[in-house]
């Protein structure tokens, strides 16, 4: 199970896709709210476990965690849900399906995608679920918007025996660009707002306006106008057929629960109603903030930074020492021989070729080389400072850090 302390990591400081904030309200097509919110809950939850210092978690959705961490219900994931979409693509019928999976098993290829998360992973790993998805290359150039694109490009269910118990583990492979937009095409977000926010229906404009102001405190920008017709989508409310000022009324509750948890991410967010030009009542939303100091926000900068580089260093190692020993990730789960494994092949004078490539090539992605820097020098540095670790502690430090004084 994943360790408390790195819960509280990953939630302070939740990097999330952009195309999950420009394109929001695309959820709705999905009319039942517990597939749409398991879908979104999904996306955040992998977010999460591929920033999070927890290498040995990534690419292992373990069902108990993922409630733990998005406040979910465990038993809720597992209701039959009525009219699965494996179901209604398989050109089998119905009574096929299950015979199929009674003779060769629920952890079979003949596995009936049914419950509430099967459901949800199914979709995710065979339909886009984000219209004209963008991003960015690892040079930093935007690619347009792609049809037909899929997040999830592997998913397997895997009965796993831990100690005395069996558990249900699902493994995943993410699309490359999905992983690289939490690298290079992202806004920051909170986890533990989200979730608290996600109860209200106040996800989805939550996550709208930490993009908003991050993108707009950018070019030095405080403040924007949202039109009423807008806000319902984003407070999913554009199913009340009520009068515009009753809609107003519950509008307000609901932004005064908001703004208070967008002003812990900015400060001085707020929010007031407004006329718009040629209007005789206040029907627009004006958001506004205090624009970040210049010195504030490159340090803020920096620090995303470093947390995106070395992310990117911890996983591509671990990738490296799997490929090298013929591990698979499941190995790690619930594992502290495994991972122990992996730590003294880190802190060892072992296969250096490799690991110092791996950190300059990761280094050179995020961050300009002046001419006539020798990356080479800072990559022994950052093997030697983990080679003279004295603890799991120190080598956690080093590898989110580059130093053990710095989380100290």
């Known amino acids: 199970m994943r360790d408390t302390t790195l819960v509280l990591v990953g939630a302070k400081n939740l990097r999330i896709d952009k195309n999950v904030a420009y394109r929001v309200t695309e959820f709705n097509r999905y009319k039942d709210e517990g597939v749409r919110n398991l879908i979104k809950d999904l996306i955040v939850y992998f977010s999460y476990s ?17 409630c733990k961490v998005m406040s979910l219900d465990y038993g809720n994931l597992f209701r039959r849900h009525p009219n699965p979409r494996h179901v209604e693509d398989s050109p089998q019928s119905k009574d096929e399906l299950y015979s199929l999976q009674e003779e060769y098993g629920r952890f079979s290829e003949y596995r009936v995608f049914d419950s509430y998360i099967d459901n949800a992973l199914y979709i995710l790993s065979t339909e886009p679920v984000i219209n004209k998805y963008m991003g960015m290359d690892e040079k930093g150039r935007k690619v347009a918007g792609l049809s037909n694109f899929i997040i999830i490009k592997e998913l397997t269910v895997k009965a796993v025996k831990v100690k005395k118990t069996t558990k249900l583990l699902y493994t995943y492979k993410l699309d490359e660009m999905f992983e690289r937009n939490l690298r290079r095409f992202f806004l920051n977000t909170s986890l533990k707002d989200y979730v608290a926010l996600r109860s209200k229906n106040l996800d989805a404009i939550y996550i709208t ?16 106008t949202i039109k009423f017709s807008e806000a319902l989508k984003l407070l ?16 307000t509750k609901k ?8 002003a812990e991410k900015h400060s001085g967010a707020r929010y007031e109603w407004i006329k718009d030009k040629g209007s005789r009542y206040a029907y627009t939303i004006l958001i506004s903030w205090d624009i970040p100091k210049s010195s504030t926000a490159k340090i803020e900068r920096k620090q995303v930074l470093d947390s995106v580089f070395y992310g990117h260093v911890r996983r591509n190692l671990l990738d490296i020492f799997n490929t090298q020993y013929n591990i698979d990730d499941i190995e790690y789960y619930d594992n502290e021989k495994m991972e122990n494994q992996f730590l003294r092949w ?13 950190y300059k090539a990761a280094y050179v992605l995020r961050f300009p080389v002046p001419k006539g820097m020798d990356l080479g020098v800072i990559a022994k540095s950052f093997f030697r400072s983990l080679m003279e670790c004295k603890s799991k502690e120190d080598v956690s430090a080093v590898m989110n850090t580059g130093s053990v004084h710095r989380l100290k």
């Open 50 to 66: 591929y920033q999070t210092p927890d290498l040995f978690g990534y690419c292992i959705l373990d069902p108990r965690d993922f």
């Open 346 to 358: 880190l802190v060892k004078d072992v296969d250096m070729e490799i690991k110092l490539s791996t």
């Open 236 to 251: 999913d409310m554009t199913q009340n057929n009520s009068e515009p000022k009753y809609l107003k009324r519950n509008m």
């Open 255 to 262: 932004m005064r629960i908001l703004m208070p948890r967008v």
């Open 209 to 224: 306006l930490c993009n908003i102001i991050q993108s707009k405190s950018a070019k030095g920008e405080g403040s924007h």
